[in-house]
């Protein structure tokens, strides 16, 4: 395989009731023991970029050593744009060679909303490439209690089917108790209302903000009809203590915090990819 477009095997992650990741990366180690976990699970993986990275001098040879290390790897990949904030986020995203964006307009008001994903839809079929795009908002960890705990931001089921007829998105980011990097509290999730959602359109559902939750949690998420899960913070977070204890060993070699952080990744995507049934579908 090579780099692709992630939809398709979204769709029968759908249809066959298990969910695809999608992994943040900030480094080559990063990048690294998410391609050897993805490989020896013989699973699909989306390899994501946040929106931010798009503005760092590195961001083109970043996104292409993603690419180069796709074009060789023997399962599906797909370079994915994380929360693009603007049209022309997505746009340099389409011109740095990624297969798939999200556009996240969930802070702004629903026809706003709406307009700015359409464009960013219109743009992105014209090459071939899939939209993933965010209704209801799901918020910080930090503000849990104030927030996704007291269902502030959850996705109106009336809303989705309007939005999606609206914009002809490919994917949709539903809020639904969870929220993005650590929780301060347990995350809750409405999985009566995640069966609504399900119930009222036919497109794959992606949950963001997966760190934190247990994996009891994401299997009954996939069994009511999430077919993505987005995670970061416990890759990051892991692998930051793991580092920091590696560094307390006396004359602790240079390349040794490579290979830690590479291992890391390896062990907690392909933890991910086990829980969420992907693997052995690349």
């Known amino acids: 395989m090579s780099l ?8 029968r992650a759908q249809h066959d009731h298990y969910a695809l990741p999608l992994f943040d990366t900030a480094d080559m180690y990063s990048i690294d023991g998410i391609f050897a976990a993805a490989e020896e699970k013989h699973a699909p993986v989306m390899v994501a970029v946040y929106a931010g990275v ?8 970043f996104a292409a050593y993603i ?22 986020h997505c746009i340099k995203a389409m011109a740095l060679g990624f297969t798939d964006v999200m556009y996240d307009g969930s802070s702004l008001p629903f026809e706003e909303n709406v307009a700015n994903t359409r464009a960013v839809v219109r743009a992105a079929h014209a090459v071939g490439m899939a939209v993933e795009a965010e209704l209801g908002h799901v918020g910080s960890g930090a503000e849990y209690q104030e927030f996704g705990a007291q269902r502030k931001g959850f996705t109106n089921p009336d809303d989705v089917e309007r939005f999606v007829a609206a914009t002809d998105v490919d994917i949709l980011a539903v809020a639904i108790g969870t929220a993005h990097g650590l929780y301060a509290g347990e995350p809750h999730l409405d999985l ?11 497109i ?8 934190g939750c247990s994996d009891q949690q994401f299997r009954d998420a996939i069994a009511a009809g999430i077919s993505k899960v987005n995670v970061a913070t416990d ?4 692998t930051a203590r793991r580092l920091t204890e590696a560094a307390r060993a006396e004359d602790m070699p240079y390349f040794t915090f490579g290979k830690v952080a590479t291992t890391s990744f390896i062990e907690r995507c392909g933890h991910y990819l086990d829980v969420f049934g992907a693997t052995g579908n690349g």
Do not use: M
Not at 4 to 11: E, N
Not at 206 to 211: E, V
């Open 235 to 238: 890759l990051f977070v892991t």
């Open 192 to 202: 009566d209302l995640l069966r609504e959602i399900r119930s009222r359109v036919d």
């Open 54 to 61: 798009l503005e760092q001098l590195n961001a083109r040879p």
């Open 204 to 211: 794959p559902l992606s949950l963001h903000g997966g760190s």
């Open 67 to 88: 690419r180069t290390r796709a074009e060789a790897s023997p399962v599906p990949v797909s370079l994915i744009l994380d929360h693009g904030g603007s049209f022309e």
């Open 4 to 11: 692709v477009s992630i939809l398709p095997y979204l769709k």
